[in-house]
T-cell receptor
Framework: DAKTTQPTSMDCAEGRAANLPCNHSTISGNEYVYWYRQIHSQGPQYIIHGLKNNETNEMASLIITEDRKSSTLILPHATLRDTAVYYCIVRVRLTGGGNKLTFGTGTQLKVEL | KAGVTQTPRYLIKTRGQQVTLSCSPISGHRSVSWYQQTPGQGLQFLFEYFSETQRNKGNFPGRFSGRQFSNSRSEMNVSTLELGDSALYLC??????????????FGPGTRLTVT
């Protein structure tokens, strides 16, 4: 799996946009970028994924650079409930099919008043 | 639609014992994956089951095993428990597309404490 690098922690004011960066310089052409988050002591929650185009859903937007070596997850109006660890994951397409997520250490996002 | 459920939520065992954890996936999901989360190692992939067959496996010793039933429910077993097995064990379900690109939905986890 391609390695990802994320900042250890970030702070954001409530109501402002939270921009979480991720570097994945060794990503290969058929690997997708996924984002999950984990609120304390709960199971991780899927947020969004993309290949090369920008993606948006009801939770967030994902911006992937043209060379695909980095991406940014954007939470447009962060709330206190968005405080969590955010994981950027590059998904490898397994030859036998199936799912395997390789989690890094993630970014601890703290949203404050 | 009900989410992924895991039982029990909390468990305390003694070294040398064995333990079985259960996971019920979202209705219609055929893939169940298991993960271990510890403060030191973070979230690590254990194995994945699809249609009652283990499809992928992480780097864990043979003491960790699992199975999946015809209704897609899954169990994982840890034999000869060690103190280091204390962790949050998470189960995730997905539709199980062959390319592995579908999102996974995680349960709340089972907190295992080994004394």
């Amino acid at each position: 799996d391609a390695k990802t690098t994320q900042p250890t922690s970030m702070d954001c004011a409530e109501g402002r946009a939270a921009n979480l960066p991720c570097n994945h310089s060794t990503i290969s052409g058929n690997e997708y970028v996924y984002w999950y988050r984990q609120i304390h002591s709960q199971g991780p929650q899927y947020i969004i994924h993309g290949l090369k185009n920008n993606e948006t859903n009801e939770m967030a937007s994902l911006i992937i650079t043209e060379d695909r070596k980095s991406s940014t997850l954007i939470l447009p109006h962060a709330t206190l409930r968005d405080t969590a660890v955010y994981y950027c994951i590059v998904r490898v397409r397994l030859t036998g099919g199936g799912n395997k997520l390789t989690f890094g250490t993630g970014t601890q996002l703290k949203v404050e008043l | 639609k009900a989410g992924v459920t895991q039982t029990p939520r909390y468990l305390i065992k003694t070294r040398g014992q064995q333990v079985t954890l259960s996971c019920s996936p979202i209705s219609g999901h055929r893939s169940v994956s298991w993960y271990q989360q510890t403060p030191g190692q973070g979230l690590q992939f254990l194995f994945e089951y699809f249609s009652e067959t283990q499809r992928n496996k992480g780097n864990f010793p043979g003491r960790f095993s699992g199975r999946q039933f015809s209704n897609s429910r899954s169990e994982m077993n840890v034999s000869t428990l060690e103190l280091g097995d204390s962790a949050l064990y998470l189960c995730a379900s997905s539709l199980g597309h062959r390319d592995g690109l579908g999102e996974q939905y995680f349960g709340p986890g089972t907190r295992l404490t080994v004394t």
